[in-house]
Every structure is written in C-alpha cells, then in structure tokens.
C-alpha cells in the first residue's frame, strides 16, 4: 500500500508561470517531508524540506505547504523556468526510518 | 562538499552472473540506502544499513543481498542476475546527527543496469 502517493504523473507548464507539484500521504506517523527533483541518468537532488511543525517553507523560487488535516502537501515552483524540467519526488520519514518516496512527477516547463 | 560514488555509471551483465554494485561516501555517514528506479513505479528501497556489518530489507530485497564491512562502503549484490532487475541502481547516505540536514538524503550518480 502506497504511503505517500503523487497522482499526477506529468504536468506541463509555461515559462514564467507557476508549477504547483502535489504530494498525499497516508502515514500519520511521518513528521518530515521532503521534495527532490532528477534529471535523466543523474541522482537525485535535495530541494526543499518541511517539519511537520511548520506549514510552510520558502526558499527562493521553491516554497513547500503542509496541510497536515488533508495530509496533503504541494511543491510550488514561481516563477517556473525551462531548468525546471524534471522528475519531482515527494517523500516523507519519521524518527530514523527511511524515507518513502511517491512515484513522481515528470514536470515540463515550456519556452 | 558532500559526496556519494557509485563505482559504474553503466554495465551489462547476462543472466545468471553475480554482480557486485559498490557505493562509497565521504561524509561518515553512519545511515545507507540502495534503491531502484523504474519508469512508473518511483524509487523503490531494496536494503538499507544504520551502521557497518548491520543491514535491513527494505521493500523489494528478494534476488539482492548487501555487504556494510567498512562504514563508507555499501555493496549491493545480486547473486544471480535476471532480465527483471535490468533497471536503474541508487545509492543513498544519510546522517543521524541532530540538528544537521535531518533527514536528508544524499544520492550517488546511479548506475544503469542492463540484463541480457
């Protein structure tokens, strides 16, 4: 059963607008999110993190929101740029378990 | 900087070879990770170790073991190759230290598997 899930496969969207990446969860226990992004036949990359404390975490272009009633959190990217293109991973721990990751989100961002 | 190699970024194997997948990171970590990228089904752990000679099955461990005898070093072996494990291989380490990047994983390059 699929802890923490990303219903949207892929997502386009034009420069210059925003990218709003959607992550669910299902574990009450996890108290930490993260968001990480790959390229093609590289690893993937820490982006941004929240602490189930918190309901949002800026940083730059990257804010992630919490809603942790809806066990719901979203990545959104403003202003989007064609570097953006990616594979987005939502994930989520708590204590020193491992982190479970979603299935991913291919976003496109178009000139 | 932070650092996680993986010792191929590619290799072809046949079926029924063993094949050795090696991870080395420099931030002594004490936490690693292996996992398995496929297109649809996301990144997928196969076996994790908290500290040197320990090791845990993650959520697809079947036709993989692993070897932790050096806390920088974390091998991942399949003992008998198969056409079903030709995917993307990566490694992961993580600190347990308070305070510093909790929870942040640290990924190595991959290594791009094929079975034939």
């Known amino acids: 059963d699929q802890q923490v899930k990303q219903n949207s496969p892929s997502l386009s969207v034009q420069e210059g607008r925003i990218s709003i990446l959607n992550c669910d969860y299902t574990?009450?226990?996890?108290?930490?999110f993260l968001w990480y992004k790959k390229y093609p036949a590289e690893g993937p990359t820490f982006l941004i993190s929240?602490?189930?404390?918190?309901d949002k975490n800026e940083d730059g272009r990257f804010t992630v929101f919490l809603n942790k009633s809806a066990k719901h959190l979203s990545l959104h990217i403003v202003p989007s740029q064609p570097g953006d293109s990616a594979v987005y991973f939502c994930?989520?721990?708590?204590?020193?378990?491992?982190?479970?990751f979603g299935k991913g989100t291919r976003l496109s961002v178009i000139a | 900087d932070v650092k996680v190699t993986q010792s191929s970024r590619y290799l072809v194997k046949r079926t029924g070879e063993k094949v050795f997948l090696e991870c080395v990171q420099d931030m002594d970590h004490e936490n690693m990770f292996w996992y398995r990228q496929d297109p649809g089904l996301g990144l997928r752990l196969i076996y994790f170790?908290?500290?040197?000679?320990?090791?845990e099955k993650g959520d697809i461990p079947e036709g993989y073991s692993v070897s932790r005898e050096k806390k920088e070093r974390f091998s991942l072996i399949l003992e008998s190759a198969s056409t079903n494990q030709t995917s993307m291989y990566l490694c992961?380490?993580?600190?347990?230290?308070?305070?510093?990047?909790?929870?942040?994983?640290?990924f190595g390059p991959g290594t791009r598997l094929t079975v034939t």
């Open positions: 574990n009450s226990m996890f108290d930490y």
């Open positions: 929240i602490s189930s404390i918190k």
């Open positions: 994930a989520a721990f708590s204590g020193n378990t491992p982190l479970v």
């Open positions: 170790s908290y500290d040197v000679k320990m090791k």
């Open positions: 992961a380490s993580k600190n347990n230290h308070p305070g510093q990047g909790k929870g942040e994983q640290y």
